[in-house]
Every structure is written in structure tokens, then in C-alpha cells.
């Protein structure tokens, strides 16, 4: 009983081992498509429009390459590059990207107009593809077009629905490439602005390489989401917004100012002539004494003498006449 336990054990996890191995392989299994085989699958698809293959451009190809690697290490789709320019500052012509496998991406780029014209839009030009893979498994594929200086611009018949297995479905056999109408640039009016109605299979791609802008430029202009690249036949595309004024400074002649008019100033009066005071003459009264000559000179010092000789004499008599008086009383 205990080996027949053991053994159905055995059975069943060889069973689960059985059941996980497929998917476990499948998931392991690294993707063999390439950057070439993309390549061919474009240039098959013009074939069979009856249209010359695109040929195989070196940078092209490195730019193609870069930009499949920056994706998958950020983990997402984006035109941007790495240091913020787009594919119109590399000089190329239109740009497609999508997640693998090649069908899947085919598939996609043909379900609308505009990555359409990349493949089937030009009589001819250069190409050039990139693949690369994340760590999650999903490869980003990149496929960059140039125009020659001598191409001419065409666009396809209306792209095909997608098949339900996802393969690229067959062209039509119709009136095979007919080419869309010029583009004839349009006057900026008066204030700058410049609207294109777009003609008959005329895109985007078509006007921003008309007026040497990129199809970024034309989306911030009218103002669209990033993602929204769908236009129709008679639809007015802002090209060139109204310039703005700028305030140029304006010579202006100035008045001189008026002539100032001098007004009087006051001049201060000198001082007042005061009347002169006329000195009046007073007699001098005469002296009492007569002038006395022996008074003059030495006769002064006798004088003296004489006076107080008089003086000392008449003190002294003053003083006999008082003892004499006491004397009697």
C-alpha cells in the first residue's frame, strides 16, 4: 500500500512537471525576428503595389537601433530620444514604432493613414530599422524613412482592415498608387497667419515637410493630443499662428520748454542818509581865580609851605585859646 502511495505521487509530479514545461519553454524562448527581416517585410509590401524597394541606409539604421534601445529601456513606445529631440531633428522623413512581433506591427502601422504613407507613401527613399527587447520580454521595433531629393510623394489605397489572425492582409487590386494632389504652400495673411486646407490624401507628414516643420510642431499649434493625428479632406490646418507685436520705441520730437521770463529782483535799499549832528560851540566859563603866575612852576612847592605854615599857625592858636579858656573857668 505505501509504495503504491509513493508511486502515484511520482505520477502526478511528473504530470504537473509535464504540464508547466511548455509554457515555461515558451517563455524562455528569445525572439528570432530582426531589424532585417522588418525591413523585408516592407519591401515586400511595396511589391506588391508595384513600388521600388526602399533601400538600406547605414545611419539609418543606427538611428532606428538607438531609438529601439532608449524605448525598451524606458518600457515604453515614444518618439522622443534620450536628450529630448524628435525624429525631424535627425533629418528623417517619417518614423514608425511598435511592439513585436513583425505581423503585429505591420498590421497596426497599415490601420491607419498616417503610418501608412511610411510605407507606402514615396516612390522611393532610404530605410532603415531597429529591434530591441526589455527585461519583460517585449521587443520595441523602430522603422525610420528618408526621401530622396527626387521622389515623388504618393499615397496608397485606402489601408486594409486587419486580418483576424493579425498577418498583413493582401493589397487590393485596384487603381494601385494614385498620386495625391501637390501641395502649394500657402500666403501668411496679414497678420502672419497661415491656415493649408488639406487636399485629397494629403497627412500631416505632407505639411510639416511642405513648411519645414515637424508633425510635433503641428499638433502644439492646433492644439491636439499627442496621439491624435487624424485629418480629412477640406480640414483647415494652422500652420503658423499670428505674430506677435513687438513694441518698437517711437521717436517723439519734445517741446523745448518755455523761455523762462525773468521777473525783477529786489534791489535793497541803501542806507538811509542820517542828518550830520553840527557840533555847537559853548563858551567856556571862566575860572573864578585869576590865574595866579607864582603859582606856576616852583612857586607851587611855597605855596604849599605857605599854606600849611598858615594852617599849623592858626591850629595852634585854636588850641592856646582852648587851654586858656579851661584855665579860667
Not at 148 to 166: H, L
Amino acid at each position: 500500500m505505501k509504495t503504491q502511495k509513493i508511486t502515484s505521487l511520482c505520477l502526478f509530479l511528473l504530470l504537473l512537471a509535464a504540464l508547466f514545461q511548455p509554457a515555461a519553454a515558451a517563455q524562455a524562448a528569445p525572439l528570432t525576428e530582426s531589424a532585417n527581416e522588418l525591413i523585408a517585410a516592407v519591401n515586400n509590401l511595396r511589391a506588391s503595389y508595384d513600388m521600388e524597394a526602399y533601400e538600406v541606409d547605414g545611419g539609418l539604421m543606427a538611428i532606428a537601433q538607438a531609438q529601439s534601445e532608449y524605448q525598451a529601456s524606458i518600457g515604453t513606445l515614444t518618439h522622443s530620444r534620450a536628450d529630448g529631440s524628435g525624429p525631424g531633428d535627425a533629418g528623417i522623413t517619417a518614423e514608425n514604432i511598435a511592439y513585436g512581433p513583425i505581423s503585429r506591427a505591420m498590421a497596426s502601422w497599415l490601420d491607419d493613414q498616417l503610418h501608412a504613407d511610411t510605407l507606402l507613401g514615396w516612390s522611393s527613399g532610404y530605410v532603415g530599422a531597429g529591434m530591441a527587447t526589455d527585461d519583460n520580454g517585449y521587443v520595441y521595433f523602430t522603422l525610420v524613412m528618408r526621401r530622396k531629393t527626387d521622389t515623388t510623394q504618393e499615397t496608397p489605397a485606402p489601408a486594409p482592415a486587419n486580418t483576424q489572425d493579425g498577418s498583413i492582409p493582401a493589397p487590393s487590386t485596384g487603381s494601385g498608387t494614385p498620386t495625391v494632389e501637390p501641395i502649394l504652400t500657402v500666403t501668411p495673411q496679414e497678420d502672419g497667419t497661415i491656415y493649408h486646407t488639406l487636399a485629397r490624401g494629403q497627412t500631416l507628414w505632407d505639411i510639416a515637410i511642405a513648411y519645414g516643420m515637424t508633425i510635433a510642431d503641428l499638433i502644439t499649434i492646433n492644439r491636439r493630443a499627442p496621439s491624435d493625428t487624424t485629418v480629412y479632406e477640406g480640414q483647415e490646418i494652422l500652420v503658423q499662428p499670428s505674430f506677435t507685436p513687438t513694441i518698437t520705441a517711437t521717436i517723439t520730437n519734445t517741446p523745448p520748454p518755455p523761455t523762462r521770463t525773468l521777473r525783477p529782483t529786489f534791489t535793497p535799499r541803501g542806507p538811509r542818509a542820517t542828518n550830520t549832528i553840527t557840533p555847537t560851540f559853548t563858551p567856556t566859563p571862566k575860572p573864578l581865580l585869576p590865574d595866579v603866575d607864582f603859582l606856576q612852576g616852583g612857586g607851587r612847592k611855597t605855596t604849599a609851605i605857605l599854606l600849611i605854615t598858615i594852617s599849623g599857625v592858626g591850629l595852634l592858636a585854636v588850641l592856646l585859646t582852648s587851654i586858656f579858656k579851661k584855665d579860667q573857668s
